[in-house]
Each structure stands twice: as structure tokens, then as C-alpha cells.
């Protein structure tokens, strides 16, 4: 599933993608923070408590037509000290979504809130902005993915597959996502990226418990966890960014 038409950018994670070589890289931007999840008490910006992930990006370049190069790919690297627990959530595989969108996927594999995405889309010559969402699903083998979805001025489509694996400390959780190239229209440049907001993180009560995707550390080192982020670009550009977020108030 992919699709694209003039009824109709991203991650995006996360997430919008466009096409051509870009000579030098773009600047960007990352911030993050820890936030409570709906319906869980005691959840958020709490050193050990269950929690949801919120990250902002910004890209700023232009180096494509005007504006930054198409995104292909991105790199987030949690705090060491967070843990993850796919265990007791459903999943949904990409094929399915490819094929036939979200719908048929089980509630339990929803793995955060919408968020969204803003960039270009081309109609020849002319750049026109489009906003899409991007809703995070829980993946087969513990991993993530991004369903990117925009109506206007461009009918967006695609699904950003995303892999969970582990980094060196001072960083510990790892996704890289892979971002799909954004066509508007045939022979059209590719879509670009200036803005992705994306939230993590879900949990559920199981009797007592709460079972949580997403955990903050139990310490906070001097300075804040430090976050980072590497992002791809159509052309072989990589752009990096770090950012400590404050340790929780006791």
C-alpha cells in the first residue's frame, strides 16, 4: 500500500518522503519529553513509571527546489535505562496495513496517539503545504511502524516500517525507521519534510497491574537523559541532532 493521486508526505518516528540529489545536508531540530498516558495514573515524567514518548522534529534546508531534501530514513536513540515491553499488546503486520490500511488491525496494536507531519508536495513547478497524521502501531517481533495518511492537497498513503533494536550506553532503545518516497504527481519532485510530531506509548490494567510499553529510568544522570536523533536524506545526506531532557521533578 501506497498511494498518491491529485485528490491527494513523511515519516515518518516517522513521516513524509520526497525525490532527486541534494548536494549538502539539512539542518534539524530535536526535542522530547516523557508524557502521561490517557487513562493511566500515575504514568508520564515519572523516574520508573510507565509512560508515553513524545518527539519533535524540525527540518530546515534548501537544497530541494527551495526546501529540504525527501526524507529517507530516521534514527531515534532513547535514554539508557528505559525499558521497553511489547509483550501483552497486540500486533499488526505490514502486510496487512499495506494492503488494506488500518482497519482491520486490533486496537491493542495502536501504539500511541496520532500525531502528525507537515511539509511540500509538488504539482510541477508549484510547491503547495500539506499536513498529514501518523499513528504509531505495535509490529511483529517487538518492532514499530508508521502509517502516514494526508488528504489534501495530495491523497498520501504509506507505511514507514520501523525496528527496535539496542544501542551503546548512554543511549539504550533504538528505532530506525525507513521512510518511502512521496511522488504527487507522475514526474512531480518527491514530497519533503519540515515538521514530524510523533508519540509512543500505550499500557493496560491487567487486574492490578499496569502493563506498560514504555518505562522512564529509574536515574536520571546530571544534565538530563540525552536523546539523539540521525536522519537520511534522497542523496545520501545524514543530518544529526542530540537533546538532554530535564530529569522529572522529585
Known sequence: MRRASTCLALLG????????????APTITLKGEAVPIPGIPHSGDILGAPTAFKAEYTISGTEYGGFPPPLTGVKFYGPSGAKLHPQGF???????????????????SIAGPKGSASGVVSFGTERVSETVSVQPFFAPGGNLEFYVQGTSPVSIEILSKGKVVSATPPFGPTVEAEVPLIESVPGALDASAKEINVTVGAAHKQGKKTISYLTVPKKCPKGGFPLKTVMSFLGGATAEATYKAPCPKK
Open 13 to 24: 518516528l516517522a513521516v513524509l518522503g520526497l525525490s532527486a540529489t541534494a548536494s549538502a
Open 90 to 108: 497486540g500486533t499488526c503486520a505490514p502486510t496487512v496495513i499495506e494492503k488494506s490500511g488500518p482497519g482491520p488491525c486490533p486496537k491493542t
